[in-house]
């Protein structure tokens, strides 16, 4: 079963604080691509970063940082010093290479994040 | 500008009304996709189209159709045989070769009552 699993519903946080977003998926396939996309209120999804099956390094960009971890079939994203603008829902997706030509996304539930002043 | 436009933004219709939403792109994109969103839930696939004159169903097309007869346009007919049309609609493209990120528009929130 290919499936994308984020358990976290919604989290509260006050400005400046650090905050993870857990991820966990499933699938078969040896090769895969993991996303995170983020959905201000304005309600587009705005793309955030994409992670092959074969790179486990983790990533950073600015107060974003993504961990990358094959053993636990986990790709946790986590914001430093958390700011107003950050209040999303963020959607992890997985992308099995058994989905065939039309590159189908399997999507998390989000997580809604409300970060206060 | 360069970019996907969903219009209207917010769409109401009556119960038994079929209606089509507009998803319009200039990123010369050849793949785009149809998805459905319901409150604290994820994205769910409708339909796709790799190309022009082709298109896919996805894991929830009944009561929806479409049409690709431009590689910028791609509209999603939601027709009185869906029985809880109400959802948020998104509309992504994707770039042809390995760039396996999809490209979302603003969306369409349809209110049926």
């Known amino acids: 079963a290919q499936k994308v699993t984020q358990a976290q519903t919604e989290i509260s946080v006050v400005e400046k604080e650090d905050v993870t977003l857990d991820c966990v998926y499933e699938t078969r396939d040896t090769t895969y691509y993991l996303f995170w996309y983020k959905q201000p209120p304005s309600g587009e999804l705005v793309f955030l970063i994409r992670r092959n099956s074969f790179d486990e390094q983790n990533e950073i960009s600015g107060r974003y940082s993504w961990n990358f971890q094959k053993s636990t079939s986990s790709f946790n994203f986590t914001i430093t010093a958390s700011q107003v603008v950050d209040s999303a829902v963020y959607f992890c997706a997985l992308r099995p290479t058994r989905s065939g030509g039309y590159n189908k996304l399997i999507f998390g539930a989000g997580t809604r994040l409300a970060v206060h002043p | 500008d360069g970019g996907i436009t969903q219009s209207p933004k917010y769409l109401f219709r009556k119960e038994g009304q079929n209606v089509t939403l507009s998803c319009e792109q200039n990123?010369?994109?050849?793949?785009m996709y149809w998805y459905r969103q319901d409150p604290g839930q994820g994205l769910r696939l409708i339909y796709y189209s790799q190309i022009v004159n082709d298109f896919q169903k996805g894991d929830i097309a009944e009561g929806y159709s479409v049409s690709r007869e431009k590689k910028e346009s791609f509209p999603l007919t939601v027709t009185s045989a869906q029985k809880n049309p109400t959802a948020f609609y998104l509309c992504?493209?994707?770039?042809?070769?390995?760039?396996?990120?999809?490209?979302f528009g603003p969306g369409t929130r349809l209110t049926v009552t």
């Open positions: 992504a493209t994707r770039p042809t070769g390995d760039s396996y990120e999809q490209y």
């Open positions: 990123l010369n994109h050849d793949a």
